[in-house]
């Protein structure tokens, strides 16, 4: 059974770094393209983009200057950094197995608030 | 803002068929696949429909998909208490820079 479980801190003050985890268990990171989502409290989603195997990343133009993806294949976790983060930036994480097509599996999130 | 637009809400009583449109354009919808998601309330989105019109396994048949054109319907049969949540399309935009995956504004479903 697939897994995936996000991580990392709840409160991230104005104009830092936001860093967040996503273990994947019963699954390879090698495999897949592997995507994060936003959801900001009563509001839609928002793709904030994805990782492939190789490393490759894409995007959203929106944050695209402040996105920062990385893979991780000995931990089998991949990870999002956000930078310069403002009270916008408030919202529950999700990560996601796809990529390509459709978001076949979704972690359980994690919100993030931002705020000093 | 989302460039693929829902209706903010739908609802109907258990039994009921109730309908979700999603509209897009020719840069998105027009050329891309559609998929749909469900959130129930407090939790994870659930891949619905993927490729238009295909079911993953374990989702029932009561929900289907379709699209033409710029546009593309959600369709649920025989609408049940368990189906009250949050539906969002989703789908590349190739017109948008770096052609990013756009999710719809969303529709609560509620069953009345």
């Known amino acids: 059974q697939v897994q995936l479980q996000e991580s990392g801190p709840g409160l991230v003050k104005p104009s830092e770094t936001l860093s967040l985890t996503c273990s994947v268990s019963?699954?390879?990171?090698?495999?897949?393209?592997w995507t994060w989502i936003r959801q900001p409290a009563g509001k839609g989603l928002e793709w904030i983009g994805r990782i492939n195997a190789r490393g490759t990343t894409k995007s959203n133009p929106s944050l695209k200057s402040r996105v920062t993806m990385s893979l991780d294949t000995s931990k089998n976790q991949f990870s999002l950094r956000l930078n310069s983060v403002t009270a916008a930036d408030t919202a529950v994480y999700f990560c996601?197995?796809?990529?390509?097509?459709?978001?076949?599996?979704w972690g359980q999130g994690t919100l993030v608030t931002v705020s000093s | 803002q989302s460039v693929l637009t829902q209706p903010p809400s739908a609802s109907g009583t258990p039994g009921q068929r109730v309908t979700i449109s999603c509209s897009g354009s020719?840069?998105?919808?027009?050329?891309?696949?559609v998929y749909w998601y469900q959130q129930l309330p407090g939790t994870a989105p659930k891949l619905l429909i993927s490729?238009?019109?295909q079911r993953p396994s374990g989702v029932p048949d009561r929900f289907s998909g379709s699209k033409s054109g710029t546009s593309a319907s959600l369709v649920i049969r025989g609408l049940r208490s368990e189906d009250e949540a949050d539906y969002y399309c989703?789908?590349?935009?190739?017109?948008?820079?770096?052609?990013?995956?756009?999710f719809g504004t969303g529709t609560k479903v509620t069953v009345l």
């Open positions: 020719n840069s998105n919808i027009g050329r891309n696949f």
């Open positions: 989703a789908s590349w935009d190739d017109r948008l820079s770096g052609s990013p995956y756009v």
């Open positions: 996601a197995r796809g990529g390509i097509g459709d978001l076949s599996l």
């Open positions: 019963g699954d390879s990171v090698s495999s897949y393209y």
């Open positions: 490729g238009n019109n």
